[in-house]
DNA sequence: GGGTATTTGTCCGTATGTATT
DNA sequence: AAATACATACGGACAAATACC
């Protein structure tokens, strides 16, 4: 009861739009309607939608309307895998576009869809930098030595998926890993590439998560609303070889409204994705 | 140029505190001084704020001022680890407090603290309820069957770090793991006493991560700022038994802006952060 | 403890611009 | 071209939180 009125009328709206009153697509009612409804200004009922739409429930079109924002079916990656050929980059990725779950309560009643895909990726854009002193620790170089960044651009079924930076230390280039240089996509995958040219065995990486603000290169290229609600999930993966010397850092950032993560560990039975839609009825 | 002007005061701003010039705890002018500066009514210079603060950089405290974001040291929790032990939950789980590293660019000069915590876990809540469709499919039992949900706060340093719920087939409770459905920390965890007790060994394990916005518990349980702009990541970890039969599901959410999480595939060296973190100079 | 100044939070009104139909 | 609906910007008023004397 203390609270201020466009929390009040965020929460009405809030609970119309959760106990389905107004089902994911449909519009609200126009500013001029809310603000006779609740009987406040137009500004009063515009802070109630703002607290609305940064929680994602909303969003506005101008010279449309309020819309209840619809549900994305998310991209499943999956982040474990076989250290010796899981790139987590270029080369064969797969991707399940389908319905892991969202959280315990919700019982949207959405299709299944598993289907595998593979995206495709831009062609890297190559640069011979200087390592930062982030990168120099993670490769166990010297700061300011010169590294190679391969940088790519991914979609999945022509939507921006996942924009994503390797780095590798300029020793390997020099060492014969030429097609490092070469803007081209290594299709086998650069850990296979590496194997095959200087037998460096990726015997395991670590991937470090964290999740933060979309920067505005990351807003432009996702088409995320530019008023920064929707957040990025970035993952950074260092390789490491057979003598536990780093060779790779893979910097990748996907936007966390339509991207899953899966981790395994030990024995997991297959298909959890059909097992966890499949409701008996 | 075509900038709305509070967006050019938000870049403007946004240049000051990313070049330094405003660092991390300082003061930004009060709305009084900005409008004077800018040459705008104080609701614009409020669009410009609020625009900053829903990317996360500045915070506004009431009766005191704007103050640039001071830096989070996150919480680095594993997720991968040794499926015959690691519950997730109760029971050891370290947690190391330390750097392993936003992104590339920052180069902060920020202390270094890896140090392995002990997160303290409340006494676990327990309910007795009727399965969900997703708990359900998850742990392959019939809709409706009974569950065990054991729900705990977790903090680290007195701070709250995790919310986790952790469900249970009852029939484990009936063929003898009474444990389960008293109220105390099963403190070897609960993956060792269902191991030692119905001889039920934990093959492996998935885990699928989401972002989400916060709900209003957790809102509430974190301390976060009630305007939705943290968002929190959600973790579901589904453990299988020898026979790939799954026989828990945790659900566990931590706030996005103190926490990392690392994933370890194959061989990784031991000590990642001091590597990084040590910058030769 | 009380009072006052400062600063942000809420709410109102109005006007004009811009995007869509 | 006109109507509709959201976006931006201005102005003012009072409330609430905080700090300081």
Same mark, same amino acid.
């Given at each position: 009861?203390?609270?201020?009125?466009?929390?009040?009328?965020?929460?009405?709206?809030?609970?119309?739009?959760?106990?389905?009153? +107004?089902?994911?697509?449909?519009?609200?009612? =126009?500013?001029?309607?809310?603000?006779?409804?609740?009987?406040?200004?137009?500004?009063?009922?515009?802070?109630?939608?703002?607290?609305?739409?940064?929680? #994602?429930?909303?969003?506005?079109?101008?010279?449309?309307?309020?819309?209840?924002?619809?549900?994305?079916?998310?991209?499943?990656?999956?982040?474990?895998?076989?250290?010796? =050929?899981?790139?987590? %980059?270029?080369?064969?990725?797969?991707?399940?576009?389908?319905?892991?779950?969202?959280?315990?309560?919700?019982?949207?009643?959405?299709?299944?869809?598993?289907?595998?895909?593979?995206?495709?990726?831009?062609?890297?854009?190559?640069?011979?930098?200087?390592?930062?002193?982030?990168?120099?620790?993670?490769?166990?170089?010297?700061?300011?030595?010169?590294?190679?960044?391969?940088?790519?651009?991914?979609?999945?079924? #022509?939507?921006?998926?996942?924009?994503?930076?390797?780095?590798?230390?300029?020793? +390997?280039?020099?060492?014969?890993?030429?097609?490092?240089?070469?803007?081209?996509?290594?299709?086998?995958?650069?850990?296979?590439? +590496?194997?095959?040219?200087?037998?460096?065995?990726?015997? %395991?990486?670590?991937?470090?998560?964290?999740?933060?603000?979309?920067?505005?290169?990351?807003?432009?290229?996702?088409?995320?609303?530019?008023?920064?609600?929707?957040?990025?999930?970035?993952?950074?993966?260092?390789?490491?070889?057979?003598? #536990?010397?780093?060779?790779?850092?893979?910097?990748?950032?996907?936007?966390?409204?339509?991207?899953?993560?899966?981790?395994?560990?030990?024995?997991?039975?297959?298909?959890? =994705?059909?097992?966890?839609?499949?409701?008996?009825?």
């Amino acid at each position: 009861m203390a609270d201020p009125m466009y929390r009040q009328i965020a929460d009405d709206l809030r609970r119309q739009i959760e106990a389905g009153e +107004l089902p994911p697509g449909a519009q609200l009612p =126009t500013e001029l309607e809310l603000r006779e409804k609740y009987d406040a200004s137009r500004n009063t009922i515009r802070d109630a939608t703002k607290w609305l739409i940064t929680r #994602g429930l909303v969003e506005t079109r101008p010279g449309q309307g309020t819309f209840v924002i619809e549900r994305i079916i998310p991209f499943v990656t999956t982040l474990t895998g076989d250290p010796k =050929t899981a790139s987590g %980059g270029e080369g064969h990725t797969y991707i399940e576009r389908g319905v892991p779950g969202g959280e315990a309560e919700p019982d949207y009643d959405r299709e299944v869809m598993v289907s595998r895909r593979t995206p495709q990726a831009s062609q890297p854009k190559i640069e011979i930098q200087q390592a930062s002193a982030l990168l120099a620790g993670e490769l166990s170089i010297e700061e300011n030595a010169i590294v190679v960044s391969r940088h790519q651009e991914r979609f999945i079924d #022509g939507t921006p998926w996942s924009l994503q930076t390797s780095f590798y230390p300029m020793s +390997l280039v020099e060492r014969g890993a030429t097609r490092l240089i070469q803007a081209q996509n290594i299709l086998e995958g650069t850990v296979e590439y +590496l194997r095959d040219s200087l037998d460096i065995k990726q015997a %395991g990486y670590r991937d470090v998560i964290t999740v933060r603000a979309p920067d505005e290169t990351e807003t432009r290229f996702f088409n995320l609303p530019d008023d920064g609600r929707v957040s990025v999930l970035s993952t950074r993966r260092t390789g490491y070889d057979q003598n #536990g010397q780093a060779f790779r850092l893979t910097l990748s950032v996907y936007p966390a409204d339509r991207n899953q993560f899966v981790v395994k560990v030990g024995e997991v039975p297959a298909d959890p =994705t059909a097992a966890s839609a499949n409701r008996q009825s």
